[in-house]
C-alpha cells in the first residue's frame, strides 16, 4: 500500500525566506505526483502536477521536483510571503487509469511578517 | 475560470439519517472523485466514478455509500444510516479526459453527525 510522509509537519518562517517542503512515497511505481494548497476549512487548490517522466515543474514562485526512483518530491517556495501561509499537500497518482490519489498528512506553513 | 462546486456547505444529521452530498464537476471532464478528511486526519479516497459506473472503491466505500450521476451535471455521494464517524469533510474533484491528469477539487461539504 502506499505511503505518502511530509516532512516538516510544521514550518515557520520569516517573509522573504526560500523554503523546501518535502514528501516522500514508499511505492515508486506512481503515475503522478500533486501538490495541493489547504486554507483552513477549505477545499484543495492544486499547484502543480508533475507526470512521472518530469524531473520538475515550475507555476510562479513554486518549483517542484520529482525523484521517482527515490521516492522523494520538494517542492520549493521562493520569497516566500505572508498570503502563503497555508497547509501544503503531497498527493501520488498510481496508475493511468486509475486516478485515486494517495495523501500525506501535509505541512503547516506559516510566513510571519 | 470553471470550478468545482459543492452543496451544501454544511450539513448536520442525526445518526442513522440518510444524507445526499451533491457536486457539479468542471463540465467537459469525465472523471469523478470523492475523497473525505476526518478532522486532524490524511485526505482518503473514497470513489471514482467514469461513464457512468464505478471504476475504483477503497476499503471505506462500503454498502453504506453509493454515487450517481443522475443527470449530465450532477454527481451525488449518498451515506446511508450515518455513524458518528461519518462527521468529515467530503470533497468532490474531478479532471479531464483520462485519469492521471490534474484532478481539481470542490470547496467540500463538512458532514457533523450528531
Known amino acids: 500500500k502506499q505511503e505518502v510522509t511530509q516532512i516538516p509537519a510544521a514550518l515557520s518562517v520569516p517573509e522573504g525566506e526560500n523554503l523546501v517542503l518535502n514528501c516522500s512515497f514508499t511505492?515508486?511505481?506512481?503515475?503522478?505526483l500533486q501538490w495541493f494548497r489547504q486554507d483552513p476549512g477549505k477545499g484543495l487548490t492544486s499547484l502543480l502536477l508533475?507526470?512521472?517522466?518530469?524531473r520538475e515543474q515550475t507555476s510562479g514562485r513554486l518549483n517542484a521536483s520529482l525523484d521517482k526512483s527515490s521516492g522523494r518530491s520538494t517542492l520549493y517556495i521562493a520569497a516566500s510571503q505572508p498570503g502563503d501561509s497555508a497547509t501544503y499537500l503531497c498527493a501520488v497518482g498510481r496508475g493511468s487509469t486509475l486516478g485515486r490519489l494517495y495523501f500525506g498528512r501535509g505541512t503547516q506553513l506559516t510566513v510571519w511578517p | 475560470e470553471p470550478e468545482v462546486t459543492q452543496t451544501p456547505s454544511h450539513q448536520v444529521t442525526q445518526m442513522g439519517q440518510e444524507v445526499i452530498l451533491r457536486c457539479v464537476p468542471i463540465s467537459n471532464h469525465l472523471y469523478f472523485y470523492w475523497y473525505r478528511q476526518i478532522l486532524g486526519q490524511k485526505v482518503e479516497f473514497l470513489v471514482s466514478?467514469?461513464?457512468?459506473?464505478?471504476?475504483?472503491k477503497s476499503e471505506i466505500f462500503d454498502d453504506q455509500f453509493s454515487v450517481e450521476r443522475p443527470d449530465g451535471s450532477n454527481f451525488t455521494l449518498k451515506i446511508r444510516s450515518t455513524k458518528l464517524e461519518d462527521s468529515a469533510m467530503y470533497f468532490c474533484a474531478s479532471s479531464p479526459q483520462y485519469a492521471g491528469y490534474e484532478q481539481y477539487f470542490g470547496p467540500g461539504t463538512r458532514l457533523t453527525v450528531t
Open positions: 511505492d515508486s511505481a506512481i503515475y503522478n
Open positions: 508533475i507526470q512521472s517522466s518530469q
Open positions: 466514478f467514469y461513464n457512468n459506473e464505478i471504476s475504483e
